[in-house]
Structures are given as C-alpha cells and as structure tokens.
C-alpha cells in the first residue's frame, strides 16, 4: 500500500528558516556530459551527471533543462533516470549549519520565486548538521522558500485524489525535557547519610 498522505504546512515548526538569500546574487555554475542550446528560445538541455551550483544550492540529476526568462531568472526541470533520483541541497538562513535537502523523480526549481516543486517519490528533509529535524514524504511536494511554506499532495499531479494512501512526517524534538517538578504537597526524598565513625 502506498504511504503518502497529503497535508499542506505553513512552515515545519517554528525553527524554520528560509533558504540562503545571499544565493539570489551569485553566479550558476553548471557540470555536465552533453549540452544542447538554443540561444533564440533561451532553452538548454543538459543531460548526463548534470550539476547545477548557484550559492549554497545545489541541483543534480541525470537530465536538465533549462530555461532562462528575458529579465535572466532561471526555470530548472531536473529528471532521474528510472531507479535513480534527481536532488537538491541549500543552506538555511537563522544559523550557521542548517540546511534543506530533497529528492524525486522530477524536480522544478523557479528561481524567480524561490520555489521548488517535487514530484513522484518526493521527500524532505530540514538538518542541523548532519541531524534531520524535520521530513516530510509525498507524491508532490512544494516548497516555497521566501515565504517559508510547504505542500504535500498525495498525488504526483499536485492534487488529492481519494485512495491515493498516507504519508509520514516526522518532527524531531527541538530539546530535551526538564524532569519533572516535585508534586505540592509531596514529601521530597530524604538525603542519604553517612554512618558517623565508629558506627557499624
């Protein structure tokens, strides 16, 4: 049975933070085996090993295109080979070692918008580190950074549909628990003494 369940979240928990700013302004670098370009539609298809680096992001998988708007923002369609995964890692603003990572079948990323959109098999992660905080898996996932919200579906088409099955999401806690207080009224436990010298 599929495990996919579809909810939508403004925001994971309140340690949430949006992705690193400062990537809007740095230059994409972009690995891969075979370019195609089309300087006229402004279309670029990237196929094998494809890497995608602007800032702190990072976009990787087997097939990419991309397509770059008038003003020079870019609009990225990631595509896994079957078995594999196409991915994506960002630093978070609000510390200095959180980050957002996630896989799926196919992934768009709107630089425009700071949006990324996962679909087929999509998972997320927030990290402090190398410790997951938060995950979310679901047949579509949206994830809009600027305004800190995420979207689940249990579908890959980004709508519910009924019988499509449940999903998880876990939270992991923020700190530990205090012990707990010493009921009113409830005698504290007496002090452990010490036989004086010469005692048995």
């Known amino acids: 049975m599929k495990k996919f369940l579809a909810f939508a979240l403004l925001g994971l928990a309140a340690a949430t933070a949006s992705a690193e ?29 494809v890497v995608v680096t ?19 923002d870019m609009f990225v369609t990631l595509t896994a080979s079957a078995g594999k995964a ?13 980050w957002i990572e996630g896989q799926a079948q196919r992934i768009e990323y709107d630089e425009r918008n700071d949006m990324m959109k996962l679909f087929s098999g999509a998972k997320i992660r927030q990290l402090e580190g190398q410790k997951p905080t938060n995950e979310i898996e679901s047949e579509f996932i949206s994830y ?8 689940a ?11 499509q099955g449940r999903g998880t999401m876990i ?9 707990p207080a010493t009921p009113p009224g409830a005698a504290a436990p007496a002090p452990a003494t010490t036989p004086a010298a010469g005692n048995p």
């Not at 602007?54 to 708007?69: F, H, N, Q, V, Y």
């Not at 196409?86 to 959180?98: E, N, S, V, Y």
């Not at 809009?144 to 979207?151: A, I, P, Q």
């Open 54 to 72: 602007k800032g702190t992001l990072i976009l990787k998988s087997d097939r990419a295109i991309i397509k770059e708007t008038p003003e020079g």
């Open 171 to 179: 939270i992991a806690p923020r700190k530990p628990r205090a012990a």
């Open 144 to 151: 809009d950074s600027r305004k800190e919200v995420f979207v």
């Open 21 to 49: 700013k400062a990537d809007a302004a740095k230059q994409a670098v972009i690995g891969y085996d075979s370019l195609e370009t089309n300087e006229v539609t402004q279309v670029t298809i990237l196929t094998g090993n």
């Open 86 to 98: 196409a991915t994506f890692r960002q630093k978070r603003d609000g510390g200095p070692d959180l």
């Open 153 to 163: 579906r249990n579908d890959a088409s980004g709508a519910n549909k009924p019988g």
